[in-house]
């Protein structure tokens, strides 16, 4: 059954690629066929990378879940609603320390390294969120007595509704942009202009950014401007997935102490953007 899930997700994906690949062309927008194919080189990798990874972080989530005393039941509509609103706080702060701290960003960047926003773009993800502990994020779950089937449902329906989020084509949405993560919200995240980099961290929900102060909106007089403030100038999947990992690992080789070398680790990956010139 799920196979099948994730076979008409490909699919629905794919038409909305080619739909969106079309209204570029018409609307007279570039699209890098090369950058395109490092994209799906680096989707490619992460799904084996992940696939092994996977098999790791599911038998630590197995292991919490069956060492708490607590369990959730997963046939009510409130321990769902309850796991879904947890998640989306989880996943707010792991994204938000993504970008904060220089070893979850040194994954994370991956992400952000294509300079036009298109649906296929969302799969541009890091193959080391193993390494990283993107993972840790999500414990509390298990932890807390949810099925780690239950997690991995909740976690891929967030992965997948933010693919829809990738696209220069969808408008400002009204009221739903006071509640969900919208396309218009997350062209704001992908952006490098000083006055959107950090900002808009949420899922499905744009709630914790209103709440924690990091939601900014998209406006015409400010128009985005995509990829990474320095970017990499490759469409190498391997240079995208280590390139952040290898200039990190210089710098601290270069701090020559232990304690220079952890805060260059967990300390901001660049400029932070209040104190930048
Ligand atoms: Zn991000
Ligand atoms: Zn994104």
């Known amino acids: 059954m799920r196979g099948e899930h994730a076979l008409v997700f490909a699919l629905v994906a794919f038409a909305f690629a080619g739909l969106e690949a079309w209204w570029r062309r018409r609307t007279g927008r570039s699209y890098d066929i090369a950058a395109l194919k490092g994209t799906l080189a680096v989707a490619a990798g992460q799904i084996v990378v992940n696939g092994i990874a996977g ?39 792991q ?9 979850l960003w040194a994954t994370h960047n991956v992400h952000h390294s294509a300079e036009e926003l298109t649906l296929p773009a969302a799969f541009r993800l890091g193959w080391t969120g193993w390494l990283s502990g993107l993972w840790l994020f999500f414990l509390p779950l298990p932890l807390l007595g949810w099925h780690p089937a239950a997690v991995a449902t909740v976690i891929a329906l967030n992965l997948r509704f933010q693919y829809y989020l990738h696209s220069e084509l969808p408008p400002w949405l009204g009221p739903l942009e006071w509640v969900f993560n919208t396309p218009s919200a997350h062209r704001v995240h992908h952006a490098s202009n000083a006055a959107y980099i950090d900002k808009n ?30 970017p990499v100038p490759s469409n190498n999947p391997f240079v995208i997935a280590f390139h952040e990992w290898s200039r990190m690992l210089a710098d601290m080789r270069r701090s020559r102490s232990l304690r220079g070398a952890l805060r260059v680790a967990a300390g901001y990956p660049g400029q932070r953007p209040d104190r930048r010139e």
């Open 55 to 93: 098999i790791g972080i599911t038998a630590i989530y197995m292991a919490a879940w069956s060492m708490t005393p607590l369990r959730m039941p997963l046939d009510t509509v409130w321990s769902w609603g309850l796991l879904f609103l947890v998640s989306e706080f989880l996943y707010y702060w």
């Open 95 to 103: 994204h938000r320390m993504s970008h904060e701290v220089r070893w």
């Open 201 to 230: 961290f949420g899922g499905v929900l744009i709630v914790f950014d209103r709440v924690f102060g990091t939601y900014a909106r998209e406006t015409s007089l400010d128009p985005c401007r995509y990829g990474l403030v320095e």
